[in-house]
Nanobody
Framework: QVQLVESGGGSVQAGDSLGVSCAAS????????MGWFRQAPGKEREFVVS????????YYADSVKGRFTISRDNSKNTVYLQMNSLKPEDTAVYYC??????????????????????WGQGTQVTVSP
């Protein structure tokens, strides 16, 4: 089992920056991908960004490319999501997720929620106009 605990988030104005982090504990040696998803009220959960733990390769949703940056600290089993130039449409609950190799095709960038085995509790990000 892997436990994920998110921190950060909050309320900002459009154009501001905000960071969220996700600390993993438990059987973290099996981590293959970690990712961030978000869910706005009344909408489906959508992919934001993923990072392949072994290589650091990243893949971003078009909606956040150039504005959001994912990074990791292997020693702390933590991933960070730095969000710049925030827009009101970025308002959502942001979820951290992790998965092992059994759940992800070797050619996948792990952009689909069903590819993730473990989920955090979510953290609210609100961007005001």
């Amino acid at each position: 089992q892997v436990q994920l605990v998110e921190s950060g988030g909050g309320s900002v104005q459009a154009g501001d920056s905000l960071g969220v982090s996700c600390a993993a504990s438990g059987r973290t040696f099996s981590t293959y991908f970690m990712g961030w998803f978000r869910q706005a009220p009344g909408k489906e959960r959508e992919f934001v960004v993923s990072i392949k733990w072994s290589t650091g390769s990243t893949y971003y949703a078009d909606s956040v490319k150039g504005r959001f940056t994912i990074s990791r600290d292997n020693s702390k089993n933590t991933v960070y999501l730095q969000m710049n130039s925030l827009k009101p449409e970025d308002t959502a609950v942001y979820y951290c997720a992790a998965t092992g190799p059994l759940y992800v095709d070797s050619r996948s960038y792990a952009t689909r929620s069903f590819e993730y085995r473990y989920w955090g509790q979510g953290t609210q990000v609100t961007v005001s106009p």
